[in-house]
Nanobody, 121 residues
Framework: QVQLVESGGGSVQAGGSLRLSCQASGYTYTVRRYCMRWFRQAPGKEREGVASITSGGATKYADSVRGRFTISKDNAKNILYLQMNSLNTEDTAIYYC?????????????WGQGTQVTVSS
């Protein structure tokens, strides 16, 4: 059973940076072979996709974060990252990582528990 554990969240002032990590376990090749995604959910809002990375390393971003966030992965360590720069208050949310076995056009099969990111002005 794949498990995903996020870390790296916290409180930061607007304009600051954070790097989120998502450690996969239970299957050595989770990050290498699956589509990995970052989602977020702000209070009172629906969950939204933030970024994705395919098994081959192709990336996609939501318009709201493109140019500020970078998704990456370390296949050897089975870790997914999200580097977040130029943070603003609208980035405040719980951030989740997820893995989609069949690829990035399919629903995610596994989810982490989330990590809180709070950006203050």
């Amino acid at each position: 059973q794949v498990q995903l554990v996020e870390s790296g969240g916290g409180s930061v002032q607007a304009g600051g940076s954070l790097r989120l990590s998502c450690q996969a376990s239970g299957y050595t090749y989770t990050v290498r072979r699956y589509c990995m995604r970052w989602f977020r959910q702000a209070p009172g809002k629906e969950r939204e996709g933030v970024a994705s990375i395919t098994s081959g390393g192709a990336t996609k971003y939501a318009d709201s974060v493109r140019g500020r966030f970078t998704i990456s992965k370390d296949n050897a360590k089975n870790i997914l990252y999200l580097q977040m720069n130029s943070l603003n208050t609208e980035d405040t949310a719980i951030y989740y990582c997820a893995a989609a076995v069949a690829g990035c056009t399919y629903t995610s099969n596994y989810w982490g528990q989330g990590t809180q990111v709070t950006v203050s002005s």
